[in-house]
């Protein structure tokens, strides 16, 4: 069992699931399972990203798994959770990237502490602009704590070390 499971939908992101990838296959943190679901793009998304798993011959343990028809992003996410083996899952969009220390960084805080989550700051990115989102959970974790119970807080999957 790997440490952690890296879990990403592909669905119709051509244009960035190179950067995607790249990213994710040159973290410093090198105990990780990467699980794609190809969700039946219509585009060339899977064949990108099989060419930059060919440039990466060192990571040994790389799946796509294909869905027979598009089910969207909610059972994707599904079919890569029931397929992970990791202690922990982080869930990626394929139009994002992750710096390269990411996984190590969020890993080591989660053994540190003991957490069965670990949430990290993110960056918005858009064509014309960036907008950063910087949450600083750890000086305000009981605040989004109550933030979260209200449903007033920023909520999504993606940016969050879970454990199994």
């Known amino acids: 069992m790997c440490k952690v499971s890296i879990l990403v939908p592909i669905y119709n992101v051509e244009l960035y699931i190179e950067r995607c990838a790249c990213s994710l296959f040159e973290q410093t943190f090198t105990d990780v399972e990467y699980i794609f679901v190809d969700d039946c793009s219509p585009d060339n998304s899977i064949s990108i990203l099989e060419e930059v798993i060919c440039r990466y011959p060192d990571i040994k343990d790389v799946r796509v798994i294909k869905h027979p028809r598009n089910q969207g992003l909610a059972v994707a996410r599904n079919t890569a959770v029931k397929n992970a083996t990791g202690t922990y899952l982080l869930h990626v969009d394929s ?70």
């Open 95 to 164: 139009d994002d990237y992750l710096e390269k220390d990411a996984v190590q960084l969020l890993y080591e805080k989660a053994i540190a502490t003991n957490a069965d989550v670990v949430i990290c700051d993110y960056k918005l990115i858009f064509q014309n602009k960036e907008q950063i989102l910087l949450l600083n959970y750890n000086e305000h974790a009981s605040e989004y704590t109550k933030m979260l119970l209200k449903r007033k807080a920023v909520t999504g999957i993606v940016g969050k070390l879970i454990k199994r």
